[in-house]
């Protein structure tokens, strides 16, 4: 579990990088107070990566706005490090094109600023869990626009079809990660615990040789795995 909830295990390592000084504070202080380990705060994009290849956050905190470097360059620079962090990001802008643009350089989550404090601490848990955590109906976009993509591919199932076998238990947890539910939700719904669900994802992911949920769902998609109506 995620730091914050009295656990044994070490902190989650996050680092916050937004460009507004006072947000930035309070968005690491509030982090601090809920048990997690702030590793760094910065306000520039360029400085983040060398930072994140230093101090290795599990989470970053990202913000879009960044005044040498635009956040989705700063995700796609995390996700092609040697250990890439899951990012989320915390963004004033709920504008369908930063979303995907977001999701697709790999963020694992989306956030808008307005998110109360429980939302943004729940958020960040989530997110060092593995979920793909997002602002309340950007889920369905994301969701939208990858079904909309694999629709105008039509030979990717053809393709794929030799690739690598899922048990009929990771292949029915992964219809309901595509479908956006959480590791909590399908935990309940298949009467299992949350660490076998996240083991589950886990071989999945390595079996298909994928890095995050993001790319689980697109897979789904693509595999006709995914009953999004």
């Given at each position: ?100 643009e977001a999701v697709k350089a790999g963020a694992s989550g989306y956030l808008v600023k307005s998110a ?38 039509p030979g990717v199932q053809e393709e794929q079809r030799d690739g690598p076998r899922l048990t009929e238990r990771e292949t029915e947890v992964l219809r309901m990660v ?52």
């Amino acid at each position: 579990m995620a730091g914050g909830e009295g656990t044994e295990r070490s902190p989650v390592r996050v680092m916050v990088v937004d460009d507004h000084p006072m947000w930035r504070e309070a968005v690491a202080r509030d982090l601090t107070e809920a048990g997690y380990e702030v590793v760094a705060a910065t306000g520039e994009g360029r400085q983040a990566l060398r930072v994140a290849a230093a101090v290795r956050p599990e989470v970053v905190v990202l913000d879009l706005r960044l005044p040498d470097l635009p956040g989705v360059e700063v995700a796609r620079g995390l996700g092609a490090s040697a250990l890439p962090p899951r990012v989320l990001v915390l963004s004033a802008s709920a504008e369908e094109a930063d979303v995907l643009e977001a999701v697709k350089a790999g963020a694992s989550g989306y956030l808008v600023k307005s998110a109360g404090r429980e939302e943004f601490l729940d958020a960040v848990r989530r997110t060092a869990e593995g979920d793909a955590v997002f602002t309340p109906g950007l889920a369905g976009l994301v969701l939208g626009e990858y079904r909309r993509l694999a629709h105008r591919r039509p030979g990717v199932q053809e393709e794929q079809r030799d690739g690598p076998r899922l048990t009929e238990r990771e292949t029915e947890v992964l219809r309901m990660v595509a479908k956006g539910l959480s590791y909590r939700q399908i935990a309940e719904r298949l009467v299992l615990s949350h660490r076998t669900v996240q083991n589950h994802v886990q071989n999945t992911l390595s079996k298909l040789q994928l890095h995050n949920r993001v790319e689980l769902v697109r897979y789904a998609i693509e595999k006709g795995l995914a009953d999004l109506d």
